[in-house]
């Protein structure tokens, strides 16, 4: 067990819908990452959060926003939903801001299916 | 341009045998550090093993251990005396120095590893 919680560990939605995961870091850490993996697109990069302000965007669509709460757990809203979007999506925190050698600690992961 | 290279899409080995998964990684940054991540068929990741740019040693933890050659830009993962529970998929991820503004991993495509009784 990681120590990352990532709530639901499945959703199933139609097309146009829009959805919320949740994540809750590990005790103590300040940054959360958001992850997509799908088959053809692998592991992609979303976007980084630390200490409840953004730090890093990757590959994200204007379609999804990400937000970090004063507690520190992380929502990741995803709307106008397309077939394309299923995939499985993960949170990872780190202690600190991310040096080289941080270590990110992954939760279970939300399987998102759109229908 | 890829930044990270996992060339074997399926590898087999035989129980108790050594195993070598390869990566190989494009950056121009000095700085960088280089990690190794399991996902089993449950889903989640599963950090193993990191190697910084500037280690002089192999990384090793346990029966893991990185294979890093720096001028061939490669980051090999070797596990000895495989185990049926090290089935599985494996990713090779690297983070560039902070300069870079990136904090992120970027993850290879991954290698999915049977291992046979």
């Known amino acids: 067990d990681s120590g990352v919680t990532q709530t639901p560990k499945h959703l199933i939605t139609a097309t146009g819908q829009r959805v919320t995961l949740r994540c809750s870091p590990r005790?103590?850490?300040?940054?959360v990452y958001w992850y997509q993996q799908s088959l053809d697109q692998g592991l992609q990069f979303l976007i980084q959060y630390y200490n409840g302000e953004e730090r890093a965007k990757g590959n994200i669509l204007e379609r999804f926003s990400a937000q970090q709460f004063p507690d520190l757990h992380s929502e990741l809203n995803l709307s106008s939903l397309e077939l394309g979007d299923s995939a499985l999506y993960f949170c990872a925190s780190s202690r600190t801001l991310g040096g080289l050698n941080t270590e990110a600690f992954f939760g279970q992961g939300t399987r998102l299916t759109v229908v | 341009a890829q930044k990270i290279t996992q060339t074997q899409p399926g590898m087999f080995v035989q129980e108790k045998e050594a195993v070598t998964l390869d990566c190989t990684y494009d950056?121009?940054?000095?700085?960088?550090?280089l990690f190794w991540y399991k996902q089993p068929s449950s889903g989640e990741m599963i950090f193993l093993i990191y190697?910084?740019?500037?280690?002089?040693q192999n990384a090793t933890e346990g029966r893991y251990s990185l294979n890093f050659q720096k001028a061939r830009k490669s980051a090999n993962l070797v596990i000895s005396a495989s185990q049926l529970g090290d089935s599985a998929m494996y990713f090779c991820?690297?983070?560039?120095?902070?300069?870079?503004?990136?904090?992120?991993?970027?993850f290879g495509k991954g290698t999915k590893l049977s291992v046979i009784p």
């Open positions: 991820a690297m983070r560039e120095g902070a300069g870079a503004g990136s904090y992120q991993l970027t």
């Open positions: 005790s103590g850490d300040l940054s």
């Open positions: 190697q910084g740019s500037y280690d002089q």
């Open positions: 950056t121009s940054d000095p700085s960088y550090g």
